[in-house]
């Protein structure tokens, strides 16, 4: 049963087949260089583009947008404090903009940085800042049913500080949930295991919660110790452990941009706060702004209390698996358990035909969209070059924006592009330009098709 209904809508167009096709070309086969408007169905990302309740357009009318001192980051400061556990924060246009706060303070040249997986622009800046990333997911994360596939192996980060010494790792890094590797959740028991680590080589705990309420909601599904928790009491618990939190409100924040650094009122963190701070005035705005507007700000500060409301929370989750077992149903090759925000299709076993090489996710994103204008994004060697990394699509689902007729659709579609696979009319794909940052490549690199 659903927990909302609509007030305002937008009307959406499904290209014809022969447009669609046009479009890819034009685009480069890149999803990403394709117009809103050309899109029937949306699930590039979750990242900002989810549906705003009236409360939030209601609280976005008494923005306060003075450079200083806005009362709006107050009631920002208040909603992060009672939802999160954080009173210090340091806001910043986005999510990744809050990396580049943090990380920039945090991480120097030839240090090592440890997270469950690195997501792109995590990845991104800690290379940026002349670090080197380090995944360390559980073994075995996406070839079983665990409950807690997002785990962090925290051997591996033993083992990585015994390699090349303790006093080069500066942060150990955990992602809510994860998103590189299917979406999965991850335990406070394993939390609690990465804050003793953390603590064991003196370095810091940072926490990436753009997705904490979904985390939270898992939690309280599986792990017994807080079955009987609410899950705004999980959502703090999970988060205490942490030194330090990002945060992208285009997530669990509800909004369409935003974000912030938050920072533990421990006393030993003042020095980090201090240069977090300031790196915020010279790369986002003033700390009580930080490039986002007042109105921004308290569409976030009213969100962030919406996620950790149990019928939301539970009908976001839900839809999700919704879409899984339409997918499941039709014998696509889907991970299970499904995430918190998004499906995740294992293109290998969809095309098995394709080699690595010649990126089987990204034909498939491009073969989604041929068929029924619906766009999801490749999270396999494309965008992730160089790194050991299994071939899958995301299809992330907007917070409180599509129904099941949608959900249908997209299921439908799969239906298409199996039977073009099964008829021998699909094509693997190669690169003809890319960017010197390789690590972003995805965002804007062309391909053409095979022979």
């Given at each position: 049963m659903?927990?909302?209904?609509?007030?305002?809508?937008?009307?959406?167009?499904?290209?014809?087949r022969?447009?669609r096709t046009?479009?890819?070309e034009?685009?480069?086969y890149?999803?990403?260089?394709?117009d809103?408007?050309?899109v029937y169905?949306?699930?590039?990302?979750?990242?900002g583009?989810g549906?705003?309740?009236?409360?939030?357009?209601?609280a976005?009318m008494r923005?306060?947008e003075?450079?200083?001192?806005?009362?709006?980051?107050?009631?920002?400061?208040?909603a992060?404090?009672?939802?999160?556990?954080?009173?210090?924060?340091?806001?910043a246009?986005?999510?990744?903009?809050?990396?580049?706060?943090l990380?920039?303070?945090?991480?120097?040249?030839?240090?090592?940085v440890?997270?469950?997986?690195?997501?792109?622009?995590?990845?991104a800046h800690?290379?940026?800042?002349?670090?080197?990333?380090?995944?360390c997911?559980?073994?075995?994360?996406?070839?079983?049913?665990?409950?807690?596939?997002?785990?962090?192996d925290?051997?591996?980060?033993?083992?990585?500080?015994?390699?090349?010494?303790a006093?080069?790792?500066?942060?150990?890094?955990?992602t809510i949930t994860?998103?590189?590797?299917?979406g999965?959740p991850?335990s406070i028991?394993?939390l609690?295991a990465?804050?003793e680590?953390?603590?064991?080589?003196?370095?810091?705990?940072?926490?990436?919660?753009?997705?904490?309420?979904?985390?939270?909601?898992?939690?309280?599904?599986?792990?017994d110790?807080?079955?009987?928790h609410s899950?705004?009491d999980?959502?703090?618990e999970?988060l205490?452990?942490?030194?330090?939190?990002?945060?992208s409100?285009?997530k669990?924040?509800?909004?369409?941009i935003?974000?912030?650094?938050?920072?533990?009122?421990?006393?030993a963190?003042?020095?980090?706060?201090?240069?977090?701070?300031?790196?915020?005035?010279?790369y986002?705005?003033?700390t009580?702004y930080?490039?986002?507007?007042?109105?921004?700000?308290?569409?976030?500060?009213?969100?962030?209390?919406e996620s950790v409301?149990?019928?939301?929370?539970?009908d976001?989750v839900?839809?999700v698996?919704?879409?899984?077992e339409?997918?499941?149903?039709?014998d696509?090759?889907?991970h299970?358990?499904?995430?918190?925000?998004?499906?995740y299709v294992d293109?290998?076993?969809?095309f098995?035909?394709i080699p690595?090489e010649?990126?089987p996710?990204?034909?498939?994103?491009?073969?989604?969209?041929?068929?029924?204008a619906?766009?999801?994004?490749?999270l396999?060697s494309f965008?992730?070059?160089?790194?050991?990394?299994p071939?899958?699509?995301?299809l992330?689902l907007?917070?409180r924006t599509y129904?099941?007729?949608?959900?249908?659709?997209v299921a439908?579609t799969?239906?298409?592009v199996?039977?073009?696979?099964?008829?021998?009319?699909?094509t693997?794909?190669?690169?003809?330009?890319e960017?010197?940052?390789?690590?972003?490549?995805?965002?804007?690199?062309?391909?053409?098709p095979?022979?």
């Amino acid at each position: 049963m659903r927990a909302y209904k609509s007030k305002v809508v937008t009307p959406i167009r499904l290209p014809d087949r022969d447009e669609r096709t046009a479009n890819l070309e034009t685009a480069g086969y890149n999803v990403f260089n394709l117009d809103s408007d050309s899109v029937y169905v949306d699930l590039l990302t979750d990242s900002g583009t989810g549906t705003m309740s009236d409360e939030q357009w209601a609280a976005m009318m008494r923005g306060d947008e003075a450079y200083a001192g806005s009362s709006s980051f107050e009631r920002l400061q208040s909603a992060v404090s009672d939802v999160m556990g954080f009173e210090r924060i340091v806001p910043a246009h986005q999510g990744r903009g809050a990396e580049n706060v943090l990380y920039g303070a945090l991480v120097s040249e030839g240090d090592y940085v440890p997270n469950n997986t690195h997501f792109d622009t995590t990845r991104a800046h800690i290379a940026n800042a002349g670090a080197e990333p380090v995944d360390c997911p559980i073994e075995g994360a996406l070839s079983s049913d665990q409950q807690f596939a997002g785990n962090l192996d925290v051997e591996k980060v033993r083992d990585l500080a015994d390699e090349v010494g303790a006093e080069n790792v500066p942060a150990v890094l955990v992602t809510i949930t994860n998103n590189s590797l299917a979406g999965q959740p991850v335990s406070i028991e394993n939390l609690r295991a990465a804050r003793e680590v953390a603590d064991d080589l003196d370095a810091h705990f940072v926490i990436d919660a753009c997705r904490f309420a979904e985390n939270a909601y898992f939690v309280k599904e599986r792990e017994d110790e807080f079955a009987d928790h609410s899950v705004a009491d999980i959502a703090r618990e999970q988060l205490a452990e942490a030194d330090a939190i990002i945060m992208s409100g285009k997530k669990d924040g509800l909004v369409n941009i935003g974000g912030f650094v938050g920072i533990s009122d421990d006393g030993a963190l003042d020095g980090l706060y201090e240069g977090v701070r300031q790196r915020g005035i010279l790369y986002e705005g003033f700390t009580t702004y930080g490039g986002m507007s007042g109105r921004d700000i308290e569409a976030m500060a009213v969100g962030l209390r919406e996620s950790v409301e149990e019928a939301y929370v539970a009908d976001r989750v839900g839809q999700v698996q919704q879409l899984g077992e339409l997918l499941a149903e039709r014998d696509v090759p889907v991970h299970l358990p499904t995430g918190g925000h998004a499906i995740y299709v294992d293109a290998d076993a969809f095309f098995p035909d394709i080699p690595a090489e010649q990126f089987p996710g990204q034909v498939l994103v491009c073969e989604l969209y041929r068929e029924g204008a619906v766009r999801g994004v490749e999270l396999g060697s494309f965008a992730f070059p160089d790194t050991d990394r299994p071939e899958l699509v995301r299809l992330a689902l907007p917070r409180r924006t599509y129904g099941t007729d949608h959900l249908e659709h997209v299921a439908e579609t799969f239906e298409s592009v199996a039977e073009r696979r099964d008829a021998g009319e699909t094509t693997g794909l190669e690169i003809v330009e890319e960017p010197e940052m390789k690590e972003l490549r995805h965002f804007s690199a062309e391909l053409q098709p095979v022979n």
